[in-house]
């Protein structure tokens, strides 16, 4: 029987450079009345009074990720796997990200594939991966990136392909205003790279043609 596991949340680990100290919880709401303000609206009025507190918290939510570390998440893996050697794929991962362009929303999911070389883990713990980077600012292209990186480097199989399909609010609520457009980016590592098959099986697995995304990092 598996051991119990503690559900506390892993911490981040402390950043390669030292960061400013972070703001006060006052000072982050007197900067979002601040916005209220230049937006031209009164933040003492009824309606408002209390959107500065609510909004830190939707931050505190929003931005959790920056208090995790997402390696810590794909350390308990199991090895008695029944000499099961194929893909793996967790596809339609829903994440809500924001663009650190124009901080408005991402929204959309993530396909994840790897071909196991003697260990596999929970297929919750993938999940939770695609949170911690989607819960702070990002670029697509990055986090794509980031969470292909993370498993290779933890889990070391023989391969990782990733692909997220997102629709950015930063395009369709400003700027050009194209609603409906989705964005997608890849990143393969490994035999998801090299090799035809093995790409196209993962591709299938989630539905996408072979043609529908880049062959190399994304």
């Not at 794909?74 to 991962?93: A, C, S």
């Not at 297929?123 to 990055?142: C, F």
Request: proline share 5%.
């Amino acid at each position: 029987m598996d051991k119990a596991v503690s559900t506390k949340r892993p911490r981040a680990k402390p950043a390669g450079s030292p960061r400013s100290a972070k703001p006060s919880r006052n000072e982050a709401e007197a900067a979002i009345r601040t916005l209220i303000r230049w937006a031209g609206d009164d933040p003492d009025r009824e309606g408002l009074r209390a959107t500065p507190a609510r909004v830190a918290r939707a931050y505190e939510e929003w931005f959790s990720g920056y208090n995790d570390d997402p390696r810590e998440y794909l350390k308990r893996t199991f090895e008695e796997t029944g000499g099961y050697d194929e893909v793996v794929v967790l596809r339609d991962i829903r994440f809500e990200s924001h663009c650190e362009h124009h901080l408005a929303p991402i929204i959309g999911r993530v396909h994840i594939g790897y071909l196991p070389r003697n260990r596999v883990v929970g297929i919750s713990k993938l999940a939770r991966l695609v949170e911690v980077y989607a819960r702070r600012l990002q670029i697509q292209e990055k986090m794509t990136a980031e969470i292909a990186a993370c498993l290779d480097a933890v889990l070391k199989p023989h391969g990782v392909a990733v692909v997220t399909e997102a629709t950015h609010q930063c395009m369709t609520t400003r700027g050009v205003h194209k609603p409906g457009v989705t964005m997608v980016t890849s990143r393969m590592l490994g035999v998801f790279r090299d090799h035809a098959e093995t790409r196209q099986e993962f591709l299938s697995a989630i539905g996408m043609r072979g043609g529908s995304v880049a062959n190399g990092a994304g």
